[in-house]
């Protein structure tokens, strides 16, 4: 008669390397991605996009506090939904570089140095700026949208929300963040951020809340429809090769 010594132990059989991967999952997902920026360094490549948003974003808050250009220049990039469409689109592009209430500066000029500045060493210049250009207007212009609706009171924004200011280069860095981390197969580290910004949603409901998960789901969606070939275009081989095996490696 068999007891329970007898019968099979499924972790036993099962290879401590396997249970090693699962557990350190994401720990592995930020070693390849290092491994990854590391290559990039050494084939040449550089992260001059992120660096010069992130320099113009420190520069715009210096000269904010200048008071001959600073009202001009805060007018020429401040975004609200309750603003017209023609002037909210116009000022789209310097909206980028404005800082918000809820985040310092260098934190703006930090997430905009590295989030980008990895994906444009990584995937490609282009690609990093398409992503982030469609996430920022997008997750922008959701704001007026949901505002406008009549389920806008169900997300926690009032009509008087509408006079706050956008997200600034926070949606433009979350689109491409979850870009970068779909892309490269970091499928634990997207999970992360989702479960992280939904808590921030729910916690302080708000424009950014909403901007943010629109920037999100861009961000997904690209990672998910361009194809990993378009990258790998002009990628050295070194991380060609990488990002092609990344397909075959367990996650």
Known sequence: ?????????????????????????????????????????????????????????????????????????????????????????SRLPMS????????????????????????????????????????????TLSARVVIDSVHGSLLGLTPALGHVLDTGPSAAATAVGAYLLLALGMNRGAVLLCISLAIAAVIAPGIDGVEHMVALACGLLAGRCIPLSLSLRRAPDDIRLLLSSRVHSPS
């Open 1 to 89: 008669m068999k007891t329970h010594r007898d019968r099979p132990n499924p972790d036993a059989s099962a290879d401590p390397r396997d249970r090693g991967r699962r557990q350190l999952g994401l720990v592995v997902e930020l070693k390849r991605l290092f491994v990854l920026v590391r290559t990039a360094l050494a084939c040449g490549r550089r992260p001059w996009l992120g660096i010069a948003l992130g320099s113009t974003s420190i520069a715009v808050s210096v000269l904010l506090r200048n008071r001959v250009v600073g009202p001009d220049l805060w007018h020429s990039g401040a975004v609200y939904a309750s603003l017209p469409l023609t002037t909210e689109l």
């Open 96 to 139: 980028l570089f404005l800082p918000t209430p809820l985040l310092p500066v260098w934190g703006a000029a930090l997430q905009l140095v590295l989030v980008i500045g990895i994906a444009e060493m990584v995937l490609g210049r282009w690609l990093a700026i398409l992503v982030a250009t469609v996430g920022h207007v997008v997750a």
